[in-house]
T-cell receptor
Framework: DTAVSQTPKYLVTQMGNDKSIKCEQN?????MYWYKQDSKKFLKIMFS???????INETVPNRFSPKSPDKAHLNLHINSLELGDSAVYFC????????????FGPGTRLTVT | GQQLNQSPQSMFIQEGEDVSMNCTSS?????WLWYKQDPGEGPVLLIA?????ELTSNGRLTAQFGITRKDSFLNISASIPSDVGIYFC????????????FGKGITLSVRP
């Protein structure tokens, strides 16, 4: 009965590769998010989707492209991976308009070598 | 942009002690949230606050929404070893869409 799940948990890849991280929530929430947590543990929002529509797009390189096939899924595709992309990426979801309680997935630790 | 300040970066306490953490902002927030992150896991929501002055408890945790709307605190009473982790405050302000602003977190260590 996992609420927000992400795959894979760990991802090790070389510079220049393209990779995807998947996220699914079974909470019936309307809004989903991607966060990046750096080595200093700072949580930085990257994107947010509400009912499959992009509503937040922070200053993120074009190499990062989110896709939401339906409101329960939000995937993150990263092209031409760079060393600086190494971080933990968290997916989160919230009920939607008027509620700001976000529920996080377990994270994907991306290591670019 | 909006910023939330949490300090110190780390706190060390003895098992059984109470500890209080503050989160402050130069701007008004309408919602305050407290999260805890265990190593290798995602942040878990502890307490949500929606009204200025609101005081809410969750077991040994108590959090308050400051009356100025510019601060919040979290108290942990009678700490135990499993309280170890990173505690983040987060806030939402009007006009931010659904975006939360997070503090940088406080790492809590509990000595047995």
């Amino acid at each position: 009965d996992t609420a927000v799940s992400q795959t894979p948990k760990y991802l090790v890849t070389q510079m220049g590769n393209d990779k995807s991280i998947k996220c699914e929530q079974n909470l019936g929430h309307d809004t989903m998010y991607w966060y990046k947590q750096d080595s200093k543990k700072f949580l930085k929002i990257m994107f947010s989707y509400n009912n499959k529509e992009l509503i937040i797009n922070e200053t993120v390189p074009n190499r990062f492209s989110p896709k939401s096939p339906d409101k329960a899924h939000l995937n993150l595709h990263i092209n031409s991976l760079e060393l600086g992309d190494s971080a933990v990426y968290f997916c989160a979801s919230s009920p939607g308009t008027g509620s700001y309680e976000q529920y996080f997935g377990p994270g994907t630790r991306l290591t670019v070598t | 942009g909006q910023q939330l300040n949490q300090s110190p970066q780390s706190m060390f306490i003895q098992e059984g002690e109470d500890v209080s953490m503050n989160c402050t902002s130069s701007s008004i927030f309408n919602t305050w949230l407290w999260y805890k992150q265990d190593p290798g896991e995602g942040p878990v929501l502890l307490i949500a606050l929606y009204k200025a002055g609101e005081l809410t408890s969750n077991g040994r945790l108590t959090a308050q929404f400051g009356i100025t709307r510019k601060d919040s605190f979290l108290n942990i009473s009678a700490s135990i070893p499993s309280d170890v982790g990173i505690y983040f405050c987060a806030g939402h302000y009007t006009g931010a869409n659904s975006k939360l602003t997070f503090g940088k977190g406080i790492t809590l260590s509990v000595r047995p």
